[in-house]
């Protein structure tokens, strides 16, 4: 799509740094993966598999299959949609988030294994970050006086684990690095969150603000408190006039 929707050859380099991604996945068999798997030339090929069979191509498409049809319609239809799909699978197999499927129904649970263990050569592109600019923010919230803890939970790891877990906490930028490009990060662009939290951020998109985050939580334990509350409290001869006559 980015290349006008034609072909790329295996000698560019958006060509071998995809091949590498899709080396990566960790939905195939070691069986299937030869020297030949997703190698560049097969990627390239896929290509235009994919490029001759958009509909202002003029020319013979290639022998590609029906998902090549398939997934170039969903881009024609939702770009967007499926830019994004894209761009979280890409961080996904970056940062480790996209495990081997779960065992079959026919598969054995009790005594299940999978290789592990095996020394990987990974190669993918990252934003750059900066080291300094956590210090900094930590810093920054401890001179204020306040509590090195959570922005969305409000754990605090000191008080958990002591002298191990003092002055420890994970950094996270509010708006993404993929989203908000090449640029200057000011420390009121960070937020401090645990660890718990920050997976269930980049769990699924949209990705929710710390703060956002907070709020659902708050939400969350209102009802909760609600709930325990109303069962806690004696009933009294309205509650019964309320319920259900068969309850009665």
């Known amino acids: 799509m980015e290349n006008g929707w034609k072909g790329l050859d295996a000698q560019d380099a958006r060509v071998v740094e995809l091949s590498g991604l899709l080396q990566l996945f960790p939905i195939h068999a070691e069986a299937e993966r030869n020297e030949k798997f997703r190698n560049p030339n097969g990627v390239a090929r896929k290509t235009f598999d994919i490029a001759t069979r958009h509909p202002e191509y003029q020319g013979k498409p290639t022998n590609g299959g029906a998902l090549d049809v398939a997934v170039l319609m969903e881009f024609l ?4 949609q499926m830019t994004g799909v894209a761009r979280l699978i890409r961080q996904g197999v970056a940062v480790g988030d996209l495990q081997r499927l779960p065992p079959t129904e026919d598969e054995e649970f009790d005594d299940y294994s999978a290789p592990e263990g095996r020394l990987l050569m990974r190669r993918h592109q990252a934003r750059e970050r900066s080291k300094s600019l956590r210090k900094k923010k930590i810093v ?9 803890e959570c922005e969305a ?3 605090d790891f000191e008080q958990v684990y002591g002298d191990r877990g003092a002055g420890y906490i994970e950094c996270h930028h509010v708006v993404p690095l993929h989203e908000a490009g090449e640029g200057r990060t000011r420390l009121s662009d960070l937020a401090l969150i645990c660890a718990n939290c920050r997976r ?5 998109a949209p990705w929710p603000t710390p703060g ?8 969350r334990h209102a009802a909760d408190r609600r709930a325990a509350e109303a069962l806690s409290r004696p009933l009294k001869a309205a509650d019964f006039l309320q319920l259900p006559n068969q309850v009665i």
Do not use: K, N, W
Request: net charge positive; charged share 25%.
């Open 77 to 80: 239809a939702r770009p967007d």
């Open 140 to 148: 920054s919230v401890l001179h204020r006086g306040m509590p090195l």
């Open 153 to 155: 939970c409000g754990f």
């Open 200 to 204: 269930m951020i980049h769990r699924r």
């Open 212 to 219: 956002e985050l907070r709020v659902s939580i708050a939400q």
